[in-house]
């Protein structure tokens, strides 16, 4: 199969797919449930396919003609395979995961349809070379969270997804302004034909504004932590796997790998990043909901990527990448983790939980590893992604970004060591046992390659590295 078959079916094969899933559901509920394992099990393997093709350190570019400005492109490179190796593998564990944790919810056929047309929505953006196209698929997958944040259909829930929907919605919207503004000073919307350009500070200024609100990065970030009243599956996946990361790979995408920033911008996100994520560190801190904080970890962990990315220098790109994928299993760990405690105990509150490591053995111990990985503690892979981001911002010249980033390492493992003293350690206030085999398989596995992923960090260190030197290539 060629490789651009490869690309195609990777991004239509879940999209189209995931359409005949209520059809499915009206067979039986065991063939909807093969049938979204299946899709998104395809959707994971297809780019695995594609690894040669990112370590041969070329890109195969694929047009198809509609109508000026509007061709369909797909870019193919170590970057976009990278993304989609690391979101689809993680999109499979967590629908797996759901086949538990849903396995007695009403509107299961919408769920995994959602889920399921999510993650080809966010191959779609991986793949894309168009901005017209990358703002088509960022709005499917935009539509796809409201409807899966809203998913149990009560007054607040209703309210939590509206409230996502209109801040990312309204940053989108200004993304395409910039967009526009590009398009009239280029002529086109192709990303290929745009590298080592410099652009406005004004469509500079949209174009992030629509990635910082979908990436939550401080003041646009108040959506995420509401989004917790989802499904734990659901939070998992916009967390870990797809949504909050988007913004961080349309910003290599377009910032790193076409445009060339603006001075002004160069020197104004590291201070951007770093500054989210200790205000988002402070905010976990405080925290009694689980999932609250562990959504203001992901704030705070968004910007370290933010803060390698904007150093435009080989090390801090390859940590930011590098850290994607880890922060990935890790925090999908996490939440899942969670998920296992709230569906077993049905409570969130850290100040009703204590002792669960007695009941709960597993997940205490899958939920210790994956944090040790978000902390940065060797030889867990978040160590590797925390450190070379750290040391590229050194190298860069940023000495208070880099000093403010391990001060906020420090909070980080304070509220995550906190956590866990609140639900796993001290008196046991609520006897039940782990229960649910696919999910504790998910939460185990994420575990095992968060420790694996640090021990043999050279695989994909090595592949990040690629990526990051090939979307630095017209950096100048």
């Known amino acids: 199969m060629s490789i651009s078959k490869i690309t195609l079916l990777t991004i239509f094969i879940p999209i189209i797919g995931s359409l005949f899933i209520p059809l499915a559901g009206l067979i039986s509920k065991r063939t909807r449930s093969v049938w979204a394992v299946l899709l998104a099990g395809t959707t994971a393997l297809l780019p695995i396919l594609l690894i040669p093709q990112a370590f041969s350190g070329t890109e195969l570019i694929i047009r198809k003609a509609l109508f000026p400005g509007f061709?369909?492109?797909?870019?193919?490179?170590?970057?976009?395979?990278?993304?989609?190796?690391?979101?689809?593998?993680?999109?499979?564990?967590?629908?797996?995961?759901?086949?538990?944790?849903?396995?007695?919810?009403?509107?299961?056929?919408?769920?995994?349809?959602?889920?399921?047309m999510f993650i080809g929505s966010m191959m779609g953006i991986v793949y894309s070379a168009n901005l017209v196209f990358l703002y088509l698929f960022w709005e499917i997958s935009a539509i796809c969270c409201w409807r899966l944040i809203g998913f149990y259909r009560g007054k607040q829930q209703v309210i939590k997804a509206d409230k996502a929907f209109l801040v990312t919605f309204f940053g989108a919207a200004l993304m395409l302004l910039g967009f526009i503004a590009i398009y009239n000073q280029t002529g086109t919307f192709d990303l290929t034909q745009m590298r080592g350009l410099a652009v406005s500070s004004t469509a500079v200024l949209l174009i992030l504004l629509g990635m910082?609100?979908?990436?939550?990065?401080?003041?646009?970030?108040?959506?995420?932590?509401?989004?917790?009243?989802?499904?734990?599956?659901?939070?998992?996946?916009?967390?870990?796997?797809?949504?909050?990361?988007i913004g961080v790979y349309a910003f290599a995408r377009i910032f790193c790998y076409?445009?060339?920033?603006?001075?002004?911008?160069?020197?104004?996100?590291?201070?951007?990043?770093?500054?989210?994520?200790?205000?988002?560190?402070?905010?976990?801190?405080?925290?009694?909901?689980?999932?609250?904080?562990?959504?203001?970890?992901?704030?705070?962990?968004?910007?370290?990527?933010?803060?390698?990315?904007?150093?435009?220098?080989?090390?801090?790109?390859?940590?930011g990448l590098l850290f994607i994928l880890m922060h990935g299993l890790s925090k999908a760990g996490l939440f899942l983790c969670a998920g296992v405690v709230e569906h077993n105990t049905h409570k969130r509150d850290i100040r009703e939980l204590g002792g669960l490591i007695i009941t709960m053995p597993i997940t205490a111990i899958t939920f210790l590893v994956c944090a040790l990985s978000v902390i940065g503690i060797p030889p867990l892979g978040g160590f590797f992604s925390?450190?070379?981001?750290?040391?590229?911002?050194?190298?860069?010249?940023?000495?208070?970004?880099?000093?403010?980033?391990?001060?906020?390492?420090?909070?980080?493992?304070?509220?995550?060591?906190?956590?866990?003293?609140?639900?796993?350690?001290?008196?046991?206030?609520?006897?039940?046992?782990?229960?649910?085999?696919?999910?504790?398989?998910?939460?185990?596995?994420?575990?095992?390659?968060?420790?694996?992923?640090?021990?043999f960090v050279s695989y994909p260190a090595r592949f990040a590295d690629v990526a990051a030197l090939e979307i630095l290539r017209y950096v100048k």
């Open 212 to 245: 910082l609100s979908k990436s939550a990065t401080v003041p646009l970030h108040t959506w995420l932590p509401d989004a917790g009243v989802a499904p734990t599956p659901v939070t998992a996946i916009l967390h870990a796997a797809v949504l909050v990361k």
């Open 386 to 455: 925390k450190f070379m981001v750290i040391a590229g911002t050194v190298h860069g010249g940023h000495y208070v970004a880099a000093s403010l980033a391990l001060f906020t390492a420090l909070l980080t493992a304070f509220y995550l060591f906190r956590l866990f003293n609140a639900v796993f350690l001290g008196e046991l206030k609520v006897s039940i046992v782990e229960k649910t085999p696919a999910m504790l398989f998910v939460i185990i596995t994420l575990a095992v390659l968060s420790l694996l992923a640090g021990i």
């Open 258 to 319: 076409t445009f060339q920033l603006p001075d002004f911008w160069l020197q104004t996100l590291p201070i951007l990043a770093v500054v989210s994520s200790l205000v988002a560190a402070a905010a976990a801190t405080v925290e009694h909901d689980m999932k609250r904080i562990l959504a203001y970890s992901t704030v705070s962990q968004i910007g370290y990527i933010f803060l390698g990315f904007s150093m435009l220098n080989p090390l801090g790109v390859t940590g």
């Open 71 to 116: 061709d369909f492109i797909l870019v193919i490179d170590a970057l976009s395979i990278f993304m989609s190796v690391v979101s689809s593998f993680i999109g499979l564990l967590i629908v797996i995961y759901s086949l538990g944790y849903i396995k007695d919810d009403a509107n299961q056929n919408e769920y995994y349809l959602m889920v399921v």
